[in-house]
Structure formats: C-alpha cells, structure tokens
C-alpha cells in the first residue's frame, strides 16, 4: 500500500512541469489528494487538493491560474500541472490520500492525512 509521486525536475522560471501522484495496493478514488511541498527550513505547506471524486477542487493563492489537479480514478492516479513556474516554487512536492467524511472533502493541514508519498524535488531556476 504506497503513493508514488513523480515528475519533479528542474525547470526555468515560466516553465512547467507535471507531477503524478500515483498509488498502489489501493483504490484511490476513495481518498481526496492533497499536493503539499516543502521548501529547506519552511514548513510543509497545501498547495492543492481534488475530492474523491473530482468534483472539488482546492488551490493555494499563491499557485491559484498557475496549477491544475485533477485525477483518473481508472488509472489510480492524479496530476498536478504546473505552469508558468516562480523560483518560489521550488520545493519537495509531496502526495497524500485521506479518507474524509461528511462535509470535510480536502483538509490544508498535512495532520490530516495519513498515506503519504516520498516526495518529489521540484527546481526552479530564475
């Protein structure tokens, strides 16, 4: 039971990469996905986030026009695409996938969540 994220790199400012979070040993159209990143002496923080079933969707401002998330729930998978790259958004981008219940579709907080992928180096040169 594992999430995979991939995708990272190094990219030049007004670039863009595509991140995959993909999972195996279990059904990942019944978690929401948040996408969080964590850059050298900051704390992890939400950069977006897709509902179980894709309806929602969920965006940082600070990446809001610039990311999109969205998921394929056949291919057990979901993507983050990132455009138009900042230096600011160089980080370790990481996956995780959490069963929520009720009103609660996506939590910013990563204590919420409990399966978590081993994270991806994203670079941005400026």
């Known amino acids: 039971v594992q999430l995979q994220a991939s995708g990272g790199g190094l990219a030049q400012a007004g670039g863009s990469l595509r991140l995959s979070c993909a999972a195996s040993g279990f059904t990942l159209a019944h978690y929401a996905v948040g996408w969080f990143r964590q850059a050298p002496g900051k704390e992890r923080e939400g950069v977006s986030g897709i509902s179980a079933t894709g309806t929602r969707t969920y965006y940082a401002d600070a990446v809001k026009g610039r990311f999109t998330i969205s998921r394929d729930n056949d291919k057990n998978t979901v993507t983050l695409q990132m455009n138009n790259l900042k230096h600011e958004d160089t980080a370790v981008y990481y996956c995780?996938?959490?069963?929520?219940?009720?009103?609660?579709?996506?939590?910013?907080?990563?204590?919420?969540?409990?399966?978590w992928g081993q994270g991806t180096q994203v670079t941005v040169s400026s």
């Open positions: 995780a996938a959490e069963k929520f219940s009720g009103s609660r579709w996506f939590e910013l907080s990563p204590e919420a969540y409990e399966k």
